[in-house]
């Protein structure tokens, strides 16, 4: 290649690498800071108080719990709760029924140990009339657990050990559909992934439309030897709005980590699977429509997936630690 080929292709990249940065900026402020979409504004609401309560239940779960803890946050936290409630924000999402939750839990925890909370006490009892009769039935699992250490160490190393050398990269499948059910029990195994303060910014899609899966195949990156041999794929996103400005780009780190809980699930349901990335450049028009995925959320990677055949052929793959 000629010097100047050489500088002109650099530019080319540099070029289209500011390109898709700056569009990916733009969306990120309207998903985080310049808010127009109501349903993104309810989802960055949701994540508020989703953060919040992670930095009291946190100190729930210390050992030694310091005198006056958290009174500050907990106070704020009913100030996100009555504000959520008084926008009309839909009270069966995840971070208002865990900022409520955590309020009976904190308050439980203060007056076990004598600590006078009256204030915040009254403040949550307001909240607690200007919720739906189904909130008073929350049973969501929050504040501090304590476990012995026989409840969490690892009895049986080896079978985990020997189970993680068989999850290999699967291309060739049974020439069967995957079951829903199957689908729907590897992603709720895979959900239980671990996420920055519990925000949980990840999604899974799939769809069983056979005519959609097709459409999909096509554009999946990386397939194209085997195009047309996939049962089906996943699709696995991140949602922008649950990351602050100073988080940039976190979403594809939490997407990254949901990925090999994913794989995992899926190897355990004796689903194969192979992933694939997704690129800056890609139009997500097609995708996006397919499976109605809200623009807040940035497309991590896909899972091509199907049942084992007899045999499956694999790359060799050395691994470092190997």
């Keep these: 290649?000629?010097?100047?080929?050489?500088?002109?292709?650099?530019?080319?990249?540099?070029?289209?690498?500011?390109?898709?940065?700056?569009?990916?900026?733009?969306?990120?402020?309207?998903?985080?800071?310049?808010?127009?979409?109501?349903?993104?504004?309810?989802?960055?609401?949701?994540?508020?108080?989703?953060?919040?309560?992670?930095?009291?239940?946190?100190?729930?779960?210390?050992?030694?719990?310091?005198?006056g803890f958290?009174?500050?946050?907990?106070?704020?936290?009913?100030?996100?709760?009555?504000?959520?409630?008084?926008?009309?924000?839909?009270?069966?999402?995840?971070?208002?029924?865990?900022?409520?939750?955590?309020?009976?839990?904190?308050?439980?925890?203060?007056?076990?140990?004598?600590?006078?909370?009256?204030?915040?006490?009254?403040?949550?009892?307001?909240?607690?009339?200007?919720?739906?009769?189904?909130m008073q039935s929350n049973d969501y699992k929050?504040?501090?657990?304590?476990?012995?250490?026989?409840?969490?160490?690892?009895?049986?190393?080896?079978?985990?050990?020997?189970f993680k050398k068989k999850c290999h990269s699967i291309r060739n499948y049974a020439k069967e559909d995957v079951r829903e059910e199957d689908i729907i029990d590897a992603i709720n195994l895979a959900n239980m992934y671990p996420s920055a303060c519990n925000r949980q910014p990840v999604s899974c899609y799939?769809?069983?439309?056979?005519?959609?899966?097709?459409?999909?195949?096509?554009?999946?990156?990386?397939n194209v030897p085997i195009r047309g041999t996939t049962p089906n794929y996943l699709v696995v996103t991140s949602k922008?709005?649950?990351?602050?400005?100073?988080e940039y780009n976190q979403w594809y780190i939490?997407?990254?980590?949901?990925?090999?809980?994913?794989?995992e699930a899926l190897c355990i349901k004796n689903i194969g699977n192979c992933i694939y990335q997704w690129k800056f450049n890609e139009d997500e028009s097609q995708i996006r429509e397919i499976y109605d995925i809200p623009e807040n959320e940035v497309i991590i990677a896909f899972v091509g997936i199907g049942y084992y055949d007899e045999e499956s052929y694999c790359i060799a793959a050395q691994r470092k630690g190997n």
């Design 1 to 67: 290649m000629s010097k100047i080929r050489e500088i002109a292709m650099r530019q080319w990249h540099q070029y289209k690498t500011v390109k898709i940065l700056k569009k990916q900026v733009k969306k990120y402020i309207e998903c985080s800071e310049k808010i127009t979409d109501e349903k993104t504004k309810i989802d960055r609401a949701d994540y508020v108080l989703a953060v919040a309560v992670h930095s009291v239940e946190k100190g729930l779960g210390y050992k030694n719990i310091k005198k």
């Design 70 to 134: 958290g009174e500050e946050k907990a106070k704020r936290i009913c100030k996100l709760m009555e504000n959520y409630i008084n926008n009309g924000y839909p009270q069966n999402l995840f971070g208002f029924k865990e900022a409520y939750a955590l309020m009976v839990s904190y308050i439980k925890y203060k007056n076990s140990v004598g600590e006078n909370i009256t204030e915040i006490e009254k403040k949550f009892e307001e909240i607690k009339k200007k919720c739906s009769d189904e």
């Design 142 to 162: 929050v504040g501090g657990i304590v476990y012995k250490k026989d409840d969490i160490q690892c009895k049986n190393p080896d079978e985990i050990i020997a």
């Design 206 to 222: 799939y769809t069983l439309n056979k005519e959609d899966i097709a459409k999909v195949d096509k554009i999946v990156p990386g």
């Design 240 to 246: 922008m709005s649950h990351f602050s400005t100073d």
């Design 254 to 263: 939490n997407g990254g980590i949901y990925l090999g809980y994913l794989r």
